[in-house]
């Protein structure tokens, strides 16, 4: 089974609207990281949010981590049509030590129409 | 300039023959990673290598052995090539730091289909 998921398969949404992808995890993680894959290319990082940490921003992304539930969100407002990607959460468990290895969800693939 | 080269960008092998994925780093990272993607499972790790050491290996076969000859490259080889191996193998490296958390930096991916 999966040991991180996002909650949706595809969201779509109209240039402008604003968005949230939804992530669960089912182990202890030191941080949670959102990226973002576009078509033909490898992932690349949105934001890190560690364990401590509620709440994250880079721009018009907001991320938001919750331990007790074992969630997160990322939230993209003003959306553009280039925001038009997959979206993967991925966990670093919390194995002590040095953490090397990225658990990544399926991924949610959000589509922005003008 | 891409910091995280992946060569080929496309590659057909026959099933049983052995290929070899090139990944060069030139971030100055420590840190590098094999994942793979395929229509049917998501992205899956494979192989950690620090300092050109395995650090972790999540791959149960030994037709994928990682080869480290310099601090910036960690190529892939595949042996006994199956039409399951079909797939795009991405590297990523990062810098570790103290208490892990590091930013994964991904390459442009390698799509390997097997016939």
């Known amino acids: 089974s999966q040991l991180a998921e996002e909650n949706s398969w595809a969201l779509s949404v109209h240039e402008g609207e604003s968005v949230t992808v939804n992530c669960s995890y089912k182990?202890?993680?030191?941080?949670l990281q959102w990226y973002r894959q576009k078509s033909g290319k490898g992932p690349a990082q949105l934001i890190l949010?560690?364990?401590?940490?509620r709440e994250k921003r880079n721009g018009r992304l907001r991320a938001t981590l919750d331990t007790s539930s074992q969630s997160s969100s990322l939230s993209i407002t003003a959306t553009r049509c280039e925001d038009t990607a997959v979206y993967f959460c991925?966990?670093?468990?919390?194995?002590?030590?040095?953490?090397?290895?990225?658990?990544f969800g399926k991924g949610t693939l959000l589509t922005v129409t003008p | 300039d891409p910091k995280i080269i992946q060569k080929p960008k496309y590659l057909v092998a026959v099933t049983g023959s052995e290929k070899i994925l090139i990944c060069e780093q030139y971030?100055?990272?420590?840190?590098m990673y094999w994942y793979r993607q395929s229509a049917k499972k998501p992205l899956e790790f494979m192989f950690s290598?620090?300092?050109?050491?395995?650090?972790d290996n999540q791959t149960a076969s030994s037709r994928f052995q990682p080869q480290s000859s310099k601090k910036n490259h960690l190529d892939l080889q595949i042996t006994a090539l199956k039409p399951d191996d079909s797939a795009t193998y991405f590297c990523?490296?990062?810098?570790?730091?103290?208490?892990?958390?590091?930013?994964?930096?991904f390459g442009p991916g390698t799509r390997l289909l097997v016939l």
């Open positions: 990523a490296s990062s810098q570790p730091g103290l208490g892990g958390q590091d930013t994964q930096y």
């Open positions: 182990t202890s993680i030191t941080a």
């Open positions: 949010i560690r364990s401590n940490e």
């Open positions: 991925a966990t670093e468990p919390n194995s002590g030590g040095s953490n090397y290895k990225l658990t």
């Open positions: 971030l100055g990272h420590n840190a």
């Open positions: 290598y620090s300092y050109q050491k395995l650090m």
